[in-house]
C-alpha cells in the first residue's frame, strides 16, 4: 500500500503567479486534509474533505486559496496571485474516517520570489 | 479553543541518554484524541501513536514510552537509550470530537538532537 503522495515536491515562483500543488491520498481514505507548516512552527490546518465535500475552511484560507477534491480521490490546492507570506510547507493528510490517524504525505515546499 | 503546548523548544542529548518530551493540551471536550508525530530532516511527518481520552493506560513501543495522564492535561513521550537516529523534530496534536470534527492542532513542535 502506498502512503500519501503529493506533487510537487518543491516549486520556486514568482510573486503574483498562480500555482497548484496535487494530493494524492491513501486510496480508501475517505478524508483529505491540508496542512500549512511554516519554519519552526506545527502545521496548521486549512481545510479539509468528506470525500469530494469540502466541509470546513480555515480563516487561514484567503480568498486566493481553493481547494477541490473532484472525484473523491485525489485533491488540488490552488493558490492565486501568491504573495511572499505564502512561502510555507503545503501538507496532506488523509485518513479512513473521523477520528482515524492522519498520515501525511511528504509535503510541497513553495518559495515566493 | 483547543491549544497544544510543547513548552521544550529544543532538546539537546549524548546518544543512550533517556530524554522526555513534554505535551500539555487544552480541550473542552470530553473525547478528544492525542497524536505524536516525528518529522525528520527528510519532512515527512511520521505517525507516532494515538490515544482517546478515555484510555489512560501508558504505553511502550520498543523504545517509546507514553505516559498520558488526564489530571494534569498531558501527554508526555520518553525515549530510552536514544539513538542518533531519533533526532528529529517531535510533534504533539490533538483532535476534538464534537467541536472540531477530526481536524487536528499541533503544538510547535520540540527539536531533538541527540550526538554521538
Known amino acids: 500500500d502506498t502512503g500519501v503522495s503529493q506533487d510537487p515536491r518543491h516549486k520556486i515562483t514568482k510573486r503574483g503567479q498562480n500555482v497548484t500543488f496535487r494530493c494524492d491520498p491513501i486510496?480508501?481514505?475517505?478524508?483529505l486534509y491540508w496542512y500549512r507548516q511554516t519554519l519552526g512552527q506545527g502545521p496548521e490546518f486549512l481545510t479539509y474533505?468528506?470525500?469530494?465535500?469540502?466541509?470546513?475552511k480555515s480563516r487561514l484560507l484567503s480568498d486566493r486559496f481553493s481547494a477541490e477534491r473532484p472525484k473523491g480521490s485525489f485533491s488540488t490546492l490552488e493558490i492565486q496571485r501568491t504573495e511572499q507570506g505564502d512561502s510555507a510547507m503545503y501538507l496532506c493528510?488523509?485518513?479512513?474516517?473521523?477520528?482515524?490517524?492522519?498520515?501525511f504525505g511528504p509535503g510541497t515546499r513553495l518559495l515566493v520570489l | 479553543a483547543q491549544k497544544v503546548t510543547q513548552a521544550q523548544t529544543e532538546i539537546s542529548v549524548v546518544e543512550k541518554e533517556d530524554v522526555t518530551l513534554d505535551c500539555v493540551y487544552e480541550?473542552?471536550?470530553?473525547?478528544?484524541?492525542l497524536f505524536w508525530y516525528k518529522q525528520p530532516p527528510s519532512g515527512e511527518l511520521v505517525f507516532l501513536i494515538r490515544?482517546?481520552?478515555?484510555?489512560?493506560q501508558n504505553e511502550i513501543s520498543g523504545r517509546y514510552s507514553w505516559n498520558f495522564q488526564k489530571s494534569t492535561s498531558s501527554f508526555n513521550f520518553t525515549i530510552t537509550a536514544s539513538q542518533v537516529v531519533d533526532s528529529a523534530v517531535y510533534f504533539c496534536?490533538?483532535?476534538?470530537?464534537?467541536?472540531?470534527?477530526?481536524?487536528?492542532?499541533f503544538g510547535d513542535g520540540t527539536t531533538l538532537t541527540v550526538k554521538p
Open positions: 493528510a488523509s485518513s479512513l474516517s473521523d477520528w482515524e490517524t492522519q498520515y
Open positions: 486510496s480508501e481514505h475517505n478524508r
Open positions: 474533505f468528506q470525500n469530494e465535500a469540502q466541509l470546513e
Open positions: 480541550t473542552r471536550d470530553t473525547t478528544y484524541y
Open positions: 490515544r482517546n481520552s478515555f484510555d489512560e
Open positions: 496534536a490533538l483532535s476534538e470530537e464534537d467541536t472540531n470534527a477530526g481536524k487536528s492542532t
